[in-house]
């Protein structure tokens, strides 16, 4: 098979995947065999442990167009993500999951609407197949909480399932922060964005890899990522608890001067402090949120270790970090 150059390229990060990259294979070569434009598919393997790599390289040896990336371990979704990005060589990029939630037969929509000048395509779940309504309900609820309190235009409900044109591939490749949130930085770049409606589909085969840990993780990295507000709100519950101190020291002095025995005793005084002390607790532990964050960029580590790359040419081949 002659190789052209891409025109479309495909990133799948994989962990744990053995049990649907074969079906992910057949969906998303029909699909984009549609188009009759060159394409490739980055599979970033993200530290699996199962056959998942053995699996990916047949897929290379039955089709070049799917390439692989190794890293050397688990360094997480959002930085298989960025590694793809920095391996990808299409005009337009998209990004999907392994998992067949999110169908390939919508990255021809995405590409429509690319074809049509929009330089950001963001995939938005209309509704969500076989999820729990906790999950359900608190993904929602993050997507409008951080929609409220920062200052970028992120879409409701939209994850990282989104097509990208080069320029702004190029864009992303420069900001190389370690707690990424990938959604949030391709609003944040700006360009001419929109959105296509889809219905997401149940996991095709395994268990979910976001369990709610993982998913309290990435959302505090999307919040201190783009928001100030944890910092600010530390500061609006300082006035608001100091202003009501002095109250109570107004309403205690006037009940004592009129011989009041309400407010006598330990008791208060005791809730008081113990309030004070766990709000206090509180926002040392958001403090120390964002002062881990700037640690982890001071020490300049990269953001990912490949221990080989298979498919690509002789100066990719040779991008062993990132």
Do not use: C
């Not at 990060?13 to 394409?39: F, I, W």
């Not at 998992?99 to 938005?124: C, N, S, T």
């Not at 025995?261 to 964002?290: D, N, S």
């Amino acid at each position: 098979m002659v190789i052209e150059k891409p025109r479309y390229s495909i990133i799948v990060p994989v962990y744990n995947e053995e049990g649907v990259l074969p079906e992910l294979y057949r969906r998303l070569t029909g699909a984009m065999d549609k188009l009759d434009e060159p394409y490739e598919v980055v599979l970033v393997n993200d530290g699996s442990k199962d056959r998942s790599p053995e699996i990916m390289r047949d897929l290379h040896r039955k089709d070049p167009r799917y390439k692989l990336v190794n890293f050397s371990r688990n360094f997480g979704h959002q930085v298989a993500i960025s590694a793809g990005m920095d391996y990808a060589s299409g005009d337009a990029v998209v990004i999907i999951d392994a998992d067949l939630q999110d169908p390939p037969e919508v990255i021809l929509d995405l590409i429509a609407k690319w074809k049509e000048g929009y330089e950001v395509v963001y995939a938005v779940r209309a509704k969500r197949k076989g999820e729990s309504f906790f999950k359900s309900f608190t993904a929602s609820l993050f997507y409008r909480i951080i929609y409220r309190i920062t200052d970028v235009d992120m879409p409701v409900d939209a994850g990282d399932f989104r097509l990208m044109d080069r320029k702004v591939v190029e864009t992303m490749r420069t900001m190389r922060e370690k707690h990424r949130f990938m959604r949030g930085l391709s609003s944040w770049v700006g360009f001419k964005q929109t959105g296509v409606e889809y219905v997401r589909e149940e996991r095709f085969a395994g268990a979910t890899h976001y369990p709610f840990r993982k998913m309290l993780r990435l959302a505090l990295d999307g919040i201190t990522s783009f928001s100030y507000f944890p910092l600010q709100l530390a500061t609006y519950l300082g006035f608001i608890t100091a202003g009501l101190s002095l109250f109570g020291i107004l309403l205690v002095i006037f009940l004592r001067l009129y011989g009041h025995q309400a407010l006598y005793g330990q008791a208060t005084t005791l809730v008081m402090v113990l309030f004070l002390g766990g709000v206090q607790l509180i926002f040392l532990g958001v403090i120390g949120e964002y002062l881990g964050r700037i640690y982890d960029e001071v020490k300049g580590r990269p953001l990912y270790i490949v221990s080989d790359a298979v498919g690509f040419d002789g100066d990719t081949q040779r991008k062993l970090v990132g």
